[in-house]
């Protein structure tokens, strides 16, 4: 199955989701669903939404539920796209201009405010105590990881353990959240659950991963950033991780160099991508992935063959066979 056909299986669903989220950013704040808008409709690929639809039909679920929460995940992702982006000076989003660059820092911020209150709003009011617990444990994770990445900038020392952390916290877990949400809508066994938990951390693991990946290899029109964005904000991902640890001392010597000095130009971007390359950082980065993605899909061993497990495994081989 291909990851259109994916797609086209949930539909109908998607459509309704995207109905429910213009919906939500209704306001008499007009700046509210002026900006809410511009920053939902600029090409995200509902990844979350899909995988939550997948997840609750793999469980047999067949209420409403799945579109309004699928609805506060996107909500969730897209706040902390605003907030990043404050955080990283960042100023192109989805190859279109940031939110923080068009309309400024203190309005991207109170966007994505409003945004992860008008989710927990929308939790409440379905009024399922173990649903906002999941959400509630997971954007606390969510938060743990910014802080953590943050703490981590520009520093050649990062470990792949660390890394790895930081990673699970920041993107993996609120995958893993979708995952669970749609095990509980459909009512499974404990077991049931945990595998779809399990799943949606490894596929969020693997999607970072190759979201690392990218960011050396990708064009900005393929990826919708720059080349090594990821670096020039200081990030050191796993590429870089791998490079350092295995490098002699003389190119280690100069990546630490590079990374220690005032800012990054054209021709020390370029060295360390070569570096990277030679060294076989993404490789490694993508063996990491292909490792995350084959555990995810063996955590659904237990779930009887569907049509919907078959897309959630051709989700997975998706995500790491993106164009790089």
């Not at 990708?218 to 020039?232: H, M, P, Q, R, W």
């Not at 791998?242 to 003389?250: G, Y």
């Not at 569907?306 to 989700?315: C, G, I, P, V």
Request: negative net charge; aromatic residues 8%.
């Amino acid at each position: 199955m291909k990851i259109q056909e994916v797609f086209d299986l949930v539909s109908d669903d998607l459509q309704r989701v995207e109905i429910e989220l213009s919906k939500n950013l209704e306001s008499h704040v007009l700046l509210i669903p002026d900006v809410g808008k511009y920053i939902l409709m600029s090409g995200g690929k509902r990844f979350r939404p899909l995988v939550l639809i997948l997840a609750a039909k793999l469980c047999g679920y067949t209420g409403g539920l799945h579109i309004p929460l699928a609805g506060v995940f996107e909500f969730i992702h897209t706040a902390t796209l605003l907030h990043d982006d404050v955080v990283d000076n960042a100023e192109m989003r989805r190859n279109n201009s940031s939110v923080n660059s068009v309309w400024g820092n203190e309005t991207s911020i109170l966007i994505g405010d409003y945004l992860f209150s008008k989710s927990f709003s929308l939790l409440t009011s379905i009024g399922d105590l173990s649903l906002l617990k999941v959400m509630a444990d997971a954007t606390t994770h969510l938060a743990q990881g910014e802080i953590m990445e943050l703490m981590k900038s520009w520093d050649p020392l990062v470990t792949e353990e660390d890394y790895i952390s930081i990673i699970t916290d920041k993107t993996a877990v609120l995958i893993s959240a979708v995952c669970q949400v749609g095990a509980i809508l459909g009512n499974v066994s404990y077991e049931k659950e945990k595998a779809l938990e399990k799943f949606g951390l490894n596929l969020g693991i693997a999607f970072q991963l190759t979201d690392d990946i990218l960011d050396y290899v990708s064009t900005g029109e393929e990826f919708g950033k720059a080349i090594g964005k990821d670096l020039c904000e200081g990030k050191i991902t796993l590429p870089l991780i791998h490079t350092l640890r295995v490098s002699n001392h003389s190119d280690r010597e100069k990546i630490i160099g590079i990374i220690g000095s005032d800012g990054l130009e054209e021709d020390t971007l370029s060295t360390i991508t070569d570096l990277i390359k030679y060294y076989k950082g993404l490789d490694h980065t993508f063996n990491k992935a292909r490792e995350h993605v084959e555990i995810a899909k063996e955590s659904l061993r237990d779930f009887d063959a569907s049509k919907e497990k078959e897309a959630l495994f051709a989700t997975a081989e998706y995500v790491i066979e993106r164009k790089w």
